[in-house]
């Protein structure tokens, strides 16, 4: 469910009509729902009602100051994956107390970074970075905090790109030699065993790979709380969102006329197969949902400047590119394009919809159904809250998108449209070509 809906015939964001923001902050330019995410938040929470449970928001989907302040605000803590991550929720004004920080190659700088903030626990992915970590911490004299993540060789059935819990996958520790690894931290005398972890992949559309995936590790963790009185499991996030009905789908009758085998996952889904084989295990569950926080709570608007009829084909070209939003160039992601003024009189268009950088890649839909657009109207690229902004790029120097957030009727500039000063202000020319 979202809040993005035609009033009459103009796309609004709440009760905000998303042309006024396009002609005020001109366009590309994001714009997020905070009402969505407040929803999306609050179902999965209660989604998983009867768990000691804490959702750490994967804040690398999209790690705008206000969404984070956002998620603050409504009791989230954050899955961080960089020292970058950490001073952004620093700066949101959120502490690091509560959150984890995640990734293949912490630096000792970033490791030194998150034990000065007291973070809750680093996810470690490897034998090698236990011993970084018990350096970085006994230099500092403190105890590193650390869950290791278990590779549960599990099929998530999903981008190729984007999953992550195969054995040939760069992640984690593979099951079998994660006993070892934990009889190893166990001994470090500056680290600390607190937890699990484990994460299979992302923009997963049903609840069969998380159960597999759980149903697989869940022995293991209830030896390891035996064992070494782990205090928390972190079954990761992933959980997908529609992209394909993106506008429909804001609405409970879209849902409730799925049939209930093609029914995508819901957060009530979610919670009703995993809770019963979490909750035995007696320990705190973290999560660590991205996508599903603020995927459908975003769009990018663009507007058309051409629409150039070629040989047997049409290109819409619209002023947002790869560079804004660079998903459908990389993983060929399907994101619904929705005109903000709806004309059902209008006759329909069938085009391939392209920014207007130098690349074949740089299109957003191929031979994609549309009402006739042309100069100067208005499109809204849907379900572009996550891994959108967050992604995007200065490539051919178009300035980083801006980004609005709506709550309400009210809508602000959250992130202002960069200048060309600011793309070039730490380059220069050495002296040896003046
Ligand atoms: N936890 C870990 C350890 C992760 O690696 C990720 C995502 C998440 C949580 C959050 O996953 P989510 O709930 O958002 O699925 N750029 C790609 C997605 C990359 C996901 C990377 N890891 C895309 O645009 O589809």
């Given at each position: 469910m979202h809040h993005f809906r035609h009033i009459g015939q103009n796309l609004h964001c709440e009760s905000v009509d998303l042309a006024e923001v396009a002609r005020l902050h001109g366009t590309p330019t994001y714009v997020y729902s905070a009402a969505t995410m407040a929803g999306n938040y609050t179902r999965l929470a209660r989604?998983?009602?009867?768990?000691?449970?804490?959702?750490?928001?994967?804040?690398?989907?999209?790690?705008?100051?206000?969404?984070?302040?956002?998620?603050?605000?409504?009791?989230?803590?954050?899955?961080?994956?960089?020292?970058?991550?950490?001073?952004?929720?620093?700066?949101?004004?959120?502490?690091?107390?509560?959150?984890?920080?995640?990734?293949?190659?912490?630096?000792?700088?970033?490791?030194?970074?998150?034990?000065?903030?007291?973070?809750?626990?680093?996810?470690?992915?490897?034998?090698?970075?236990?011993?970084?970590?018990?350096?970085?911490?006994?230099?500092?004299?403190?105890?590193?905090?650390?869950?290791?993540?278990?590779?549960?060789?599990?099929?998530?059935?999903?981008?190729?790109?984007?999953?992550?819990?195969?054995?040939?996958?760069?992640?984690?520790?593979?099951?079998?030699?994660?006993?070892?690894?934990?009889?190893?931290?166990?001994?470090?005398?500056?680290?600390?065993?607190?937890?699990?972890?484990?994460?299979?992949?992302?923009?997963?559309?049903?609840?069969?790979?998380?159960?597999?995936?759980?149903?697989?590790?869940?022995?293991?963790?209830?030896?390891?709380?035996?064992?070494?009185?782990?205090?928390?499991?972190?079954?990761?996030?992933?959980?997908?969102?529609?992209?394909?009905?993106?506008?429909?789908?804001?609405?409970?009758?879209?849902?409730?006329?799925?049939?209930?085998?093609?029914?995508?996952?819901?957060?009530?889904?979610?919670?009703?197969?995993?809770?019963?084989?979490?909750?035995?295990?007696?320990?705190?569950?973290?999560?660590?949902?991205?996508?599903?926080?603020?995927?459908n709570a975003g769009v990018l608007l663009t507007r058309v400047e051409h629409l150039k009829r070629g040989e047997g084909k049409n290109f819409l070209i619209v002023d947002a590119a790869m560079n804004d939003l660079v998903r459908p160039a990389m993983y060929d992601s399907y994101h619904e394009i929705v005109p903000l003024h709806r004309d059902t009189t209008r006759a329909a268009l069938t085009a391939d919809v392209v920014g207007p950088v130098c690349e074949s890649g740089d299109c957003f839909a191929h031979g994609r159904q549309l009402q006739e657009a042309g100069e100067g109207e208005y499109l809204a690229l849907m379900s572009a809250g996550a891994y959108g902004a967050a992604m995007a790029s200065r490539y051919n120097t178009r300035p980083l998108p801006a980004e609005v957030m709506v709550s309400g009727g009210a809508f602000e500039l959250v992130n202002a449209r960069e200048t060309f000063e600011q793309m070039t202000a730490n380059e220069k020319v050495p002296a040896f070509l003046k």
């Open positions: 989604g998983l009602g009867g768990l000691d449970a804490q959702v750490c928001y994967a804040m690398k989907a999209n790690s705008s100051l206000a969404v984070l302040r956002h998620f603050a605000n409504l009791g989230a803590a954050f899955d961080l994956v960089s020292g970058g991550e950490i001073r952004r929720v620093l700066a949101a004004g959120a502490d690091v107390r509560r959150s984890v920080f995640a990734g293949v190659g912490k630096t000792e700088a970033e490791i030194a970074l998150a034990l000065e903030h007291g973070v809750f626990s680093f996810h470690v992915e490897s034998e090698p970075e236990l011993a970084r970590l018990n350096h970085v911490a006994g230099r500092l004299g403190v105890k590193a905090p650390v869950a290791i993540r278990v590779n549960p060789d599990v099929d998530a059935h999903t981008h190729a790109k984007i999953t992550t819990g195969k054995s040939d996958n760069k992640f984690g520790v593979p099951l079998a030699r994660a006993a070892a690894a934990y009889a190893a931290a166990a001994k470090l005398p500056h680290v600390s065993v607190k937890g699990v972890q484990m994460h299979i992949g992302s923009q997963l559309t049903s609840v069969a790979p998380f159960v597999e995936a759980v149903e697989k590790v869940a022995p293991f963790v209830a030896r390891l709380k035996a064992e070494f009185g782990i205090a928390y499991f972190s079954v990761g996030g992933g959980i997908g969102i529609v992209y394909q009905d993106a506008l429909a789908s804001g609405a409970q009758e879209w849902w409730d006329a799925q049939p209930s085998d093609k029914r995508p996952i819901t957060p009530e889904a979610y919670g009703a197969a995993l809770v019963p084989l979490l909750k035995p295990l007696g320990l705190k569950i973290l999560l660590e949902p991205g996508r599903f926080l603020v995927g």
